[in-house]
């Protein structure tokens, strides 16, 4: 199957037939990923296929990007001594979901790694110490522990990766 990644356009592709398992995933997807993209408050990025138009429109999977920051007591000790006391600028990849007929075939991987590319351009432009995510159970924080995320320390299901981490495996 041959994926590409295009942010959500929702006259284009199909939101109501996406089921990851989670109902918390597939309302953000069906009902708030529209009207949180048209406010600015996050972007959300689909992997659909790229064959033909009908292919296109099936959601496969998805990603959301944002803005935020953190608080620099949040992060391990061994990062806090390198930072300013004051909030940390990141990305935060709010939400990961890969529709539950296709698990297990390296999209939530595909995904992850555009979202992260994604992140890197934007901080060539903009100030972003690392990238967070909210790991919805231990599943998801194993599949981020995977590529070096990190627990911070007021929550074992947030997680971070210093943009630097990033840069240096590419």
């Not at 296109?56 to 935020?68: C, F, N, P």
């Not at 940390?88 to 007929?101: E, F, H, T």
């Not at 100030?127 to 007021?154: H, I, M, P, R």
């Amino acid at each position: 199957m041959d994926l590409i990644i295009k942010q959500l356009n929702t006259t284009l592709h199909d939101r109501k037939s996406f089921d990851c398992g989670l109902d918390e995933l597939n309302i953000f997807l069906k009902q708030h990923a529209n009207q949180n993209q048209s406010k600015n408050m996050s972007k959300t990025y689909v992997a659909v296929v790229a064959v033909s138009a009908d292919d296109h429109k099936k959601i496969y999977g998805y990603y959301t990007l944002s803005a935020g920051h953190i608080e620099c007591d949040q992060l391990p000790e061994s990062f806090k001594s390198k930072l300013p006391r004051y909030p940390i600028p990141i990305a935060r990849i709010g939400r990961l979901a890969v529709d539950k007929n296709y698990k297990g075939q390296g999209i939530g991987g595909f995904l992850l790694h555009d979202a992260l590319t994604n992140v890197l351009n934007i901080a060539d432009k903009l100030g972003v110490y690392a990238v967070v995510v909210d790991a919805k159970n231990d599943d998801a924080k194993s599949f981020y522990g995977n590529y070096g995320f990190t627990e911070l320390q007021d929550s074992k299901l947030t997680l971070f990766l210093p943009v630097d981490t990033i840069k240096s495996a590419v």
